[in-house]
């Protein structure tokens, strides 16, 4: 199983940046997909969720209306448009899977990537 994710980086407050992340080794159609971060110092908050089959997809509060995840099950790939960055959005960004749903405040995952990271900066 390998979850890769891609493009992290440097952007001013108020930009913007779509991230990655390819899956193999398992049927990602199956799983809830979802976006965790990071912060220096913090622990891991996921922050939205998407559905295999019907792509319902849910968010922290805190990134509602700013960031939108997608998928595309032909290409096992799950992506985090992220529009109109924080500094406090600065953090490292995992993918992860789950082949059943857990709530925000108890997530569970059966895989994660190794993370992009995402600075937030002027």
Not at 53 to 64: F, H, N, Q, W
Not at 93 to 99: K, P, R, T, V
């Amino acid at each position: 199983v390998q979850l890769v994710e891609s493009g992290g980086g440097l952007v001013q407050p108020g930009g913007s940046l779509r991230l990655s992340c390819a899956a193999s080794g398992f049927c990602f159609t199956n799983y809830y997909m979802s976006w965790v971060r990071q912060a220096p110092g913090k622990g891991p908050e996921r922050i939205s969720v998407i559905k295999g089959g019907d792509g319902d997809a849910r968010y922290l509060d805190s990134v509602k209306g700013r960031f939108t995840i997608s998928r595309d099950n032909a290409e096992c790939t799950v992506y985090l448009q992220m529009n109109n960055l924080k500094p406090e959005d600065t953090a490292m960004y995992y993918c992860a899977a789950s082949e059943r749903y857990s709530d925000f405040a108890d997530p569970n995952y059966d895989y994660w990537g190794q993370g992009t990271q995402v600075t937030v900066s002027s």
